[in-house]
């Protein structure tokens, strides 16, 4: 079953636009909400995460809100630049059970034009 | 610190032959991770590996295989190919220790199958 539903697919945003990428999950069992952005040809890199005794992190041009009761989680890319273009991949992650076993969001194809 | 090295970049195989990719992790991670990527299904959970032993698996085929030895280096088989196969495997190391820990990612073994 498809643990985490991210939406849209494909986001086309003009530069100093903010982008808004959304994640709704099912199992209250998870606790880590990590944000991956991956440029074609490289591996997905750690942008962003957290937890979900917080409402809100932020770091730079990027910003995860998260609503706990509501089961989502989004990232903001403020003042989005070409540079951001890229795909995003929210993920979820079990309370510690001793070992690794994310989920991955399908992904958000983000365009950043000039 | 070197990054996640994952050997081959690229393979081609034909139906019914099997392969071996390979994963390094980071200096002092742990825990190795394997996903499979494609367009339509996104990053899936392969299984992973933590001294030397499989914590946990996702819902692939007993065709997928994996292994990790003394100084963390990951292996991963995948016998009897099939065209279905093709896809982008991507290796991610951890300290090790519990879900909640960031992964980080190689930039994979792009496997097609003819």
């Known amino acids: 079953q498809q643990q985490v539903k991210q939406s849209p697919q494909s986001l086309i945003v003009q530069k100093g636009g903010i982008s808004i990428i959304n994640c709704a999950y099912e199992?209250?069992?998870?606790?880590?909400f990590p944000w991956y952005q991956q440029f074609p040809g490289k591996g997905p890199a750690l942008l962003i995460a957290?937890?979900?005794?917080?409402s809100e992190k932020k770091e730079g041009r990027f910003t995860i809100s998260f609503n706990k009761s509501a089961k989502q989680f989004s990232l903001h890319i403020m003042d989005s630049q070409p540079g951001d273009s890229a795909t995003y991949f929210c993920?979820?992650?079990?309370?510690?059970?001793?070992?690794?076993?994310?989920?991955f969001g399908i992904g958000t194809k983000l365009q950043v034009i000039p | 610190k070197a990054g996640v090295t994952q050997t081959p970049r690229y393979l081609i195989k034909t139906r019914g032959q099997q392969v071996t990719l390979s994963c390094s992790p980071i200096?002092?991670?742990?825990?190795v991770s394997w996903y499979q990527q494609t367009p339509g299904q996104g990053l899936q959970f392969l299984f992973e590996?933590?001294?030397?032993?499989?914590?946990n698996k996702g819902n692939f085929p007993g065709r997928f295989s994996g292994r990790q030895f003394s100084n963390s280096r990951s292996e991963m088989n995948v016998s009897t190919l099939e065209l279905g196969d093709s896809a982008l495997y991507l290796c991610?190391?951890?300290?090790?220790?519990?879900?909640?820990?960031?992964?980080?990612f190689g930039d994979g073994t792009r496997l097609s199958i003819l």
């Open positions: 590996y933590f001294s030397e032993t499989q914590r």
């Open positions: 957290i937890r979900p005794d917080v």
């Open positions: 991610a190391s951890s300290l090790g220790g519990g879900g909640n820990q960031p992964q980080h």
């Open positions: 199992n209250t069992a998870f606790d880590y």
């Open positions: 993920a979820v992650s079990p309370r510690s059970g001793g070992y690794q076993k994310v989920t």
């Open positions: 200096s002092g991670h742990r825990s």
